[in-house]
């Protein structure tokens, strides 16, 4: 795609490009010059075709080295971070690419997310990027990745943070690795203790998945990726967000698929469930061949609860997954801290009692509607309630009566 960018900056790209090409010796000068032509020719509207794409399409380069040398282009253009050096790629999102870097004044390793140009000079991310830092920084906690600064040079934006030496945890579900309850709750336990930080402070995540958590090599999790963090109250930038939904299908929660604007911690604690859910059962909660149809899914599907699926786990694992995912955020965990509380049950072998809770509430709001819709309406439940209770009692009374005259006709007689 180069939608957005000016004919100047698409030659400038494809010069730095070519050079590179024949510095590399993968293609001759006049090789590149005729795919140049080609994409310049008459007819041809530059903006349609890259010349990457040009040299892949006439077979002058393969895909594979083409993919290298942005690698490097990239790289390169981010040495001209002041202050740091770049060392390695380590990664690239939907959005951004992140580099290992080592900061010079402090001489200790760094990532840094550097935004792609074309999202640079969108006025409206990068706003959403600077504050991205801003709520990441104002957290400091062992299971959040620290963020140490945000800037601009030579036109990129960046975000430095905290170097995590390990992997995402989505790295070991692509092993096709099913955790145990045990296993699960290690991980899923220091993210609830992020979020109750974070949610404490009034910062929701709102892309909690398991790309976004890093394992260190001692096993500690890490929440990564503050990416769509933003303070809860800021409700200016969620009405100028409302309708689009952000994050990823497949872990997000239904409100946010319904582009609401007051999105809350609750969100977090589904996206939380439905990562838990994927870890100890292998797969995700809602599978369909179109991210609508997973967001359909997650809006109308009932759960297959994940003790289903695996029946090693324990039925109380199984109702804390799906407290935390219920479609109705009110009868999620009312705070991040009830879910803790159970999650730490979990882990002892006890019962999920704040699930229990939650269930029954649910379970006593149903029967609160079952009579009230008997009854023809609202709030006649209360009123049914009260008369079925009376004649309970009356006819209970009767009983009671009648067995005692009995009982006294019985001894008169002898
Ligand atoms: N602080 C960090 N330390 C080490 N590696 C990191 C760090 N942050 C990110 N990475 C690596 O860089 C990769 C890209 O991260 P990025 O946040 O851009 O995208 P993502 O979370 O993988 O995907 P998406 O764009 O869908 O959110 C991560 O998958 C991870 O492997
Ligand atoms: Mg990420």
Redesign the pocket.
Known sequence: MTDGKSNTDIQQNDTELAKLVVEQKLATQDEVDLCLEARLGPGQDARNQSLADVMVVRGVVTKGQIGRIKTTLEATRGQQIPGYQILAK???????T?FKARQISLDRMV?I?VLPRKLSENAEYVERFYREGKAAASLNHANI?QAFDVGEAGGYHYFV????EGH?LYDELQTGKVFTEDEALQVVMQIARALEHAHGQGIIHR?VKP??I?ITPDGIAKL??M?LAREATDIETAEAEAGKAFG?PYYISPEQIRGEIDIDFRADIYSLGATLYHLVTGRVPFEAPTPAGVMHKHLKAPLVPPDHINTALSGGMGQIVEVMMAKDRDRRYASTSDLLIDLEAAATGELPLQAHKQMDAGTLSMLQQGAAARQGGPGAGGVAGGVNLLTYVIILAGALFVSLIVIIFLIARG
């Open positions: 380590l990664g690239a999102g939907a959005m951004a992140v990532a997310k990745v943070m905290e170097y995590v995402t892309d790309k976004n890093m990564a990726d990416g990823t």
